[in-house]
């Protein structure tokens, strides 16, 4: 993970096809960092992206786009 702003990382997720890859040090404390920028940010269409463990790389968190309910 690089020293830009957590919140890049939301909109770089949001502005992907299906969502984004980051290797970090410390999972858990990475995890609750993002969703706190996330809600002071409080952007709604950063709320269709969800932070997830990679299941193939426990070092690697994944920001994934879901489908907005009108898209389903």
């Given at each position: 993970?690089?020293?830009?702003?957590?919140?890049?990382?939301?909109?770089?997720?949001?502005?992907?096809?299906?969502?984004?890859?980051?290797?970090?040090?410390?999972?858990?404390?990475?995890?609750?960092?993002?969703?706190?920028?996330?809600?002071?940010?409080?952007?709604?269409?950063?709320e269709?992206?969800?932070?997830?463990?990679?299941?193939?790389?426990?070092?690697?968190?994944?920001?994934?786009?879901?489908?907005?309910?009108?898209?389903?």
């Amino acid at each position: 993970m690089t020293k830009e702003p957590l919140l890049n990382y939301w909109y770089r997720a949001l502005h992907s096809s299906h969502g984004i890859s980051v290797t970090v040090s410390d999972i858990e404390s990475v995890r609750m960092r993002l969703y706190a920028v996330r809600r002071e940010a409080q952007d709604k269409d950063l709320e269709h992206i969800s932070v997830c463990v990679s299941p193939l790389d426990p070092s690697r968190l994944w920001l994934v786009k879901r489908k907005k309910p009108d898209d389903a």
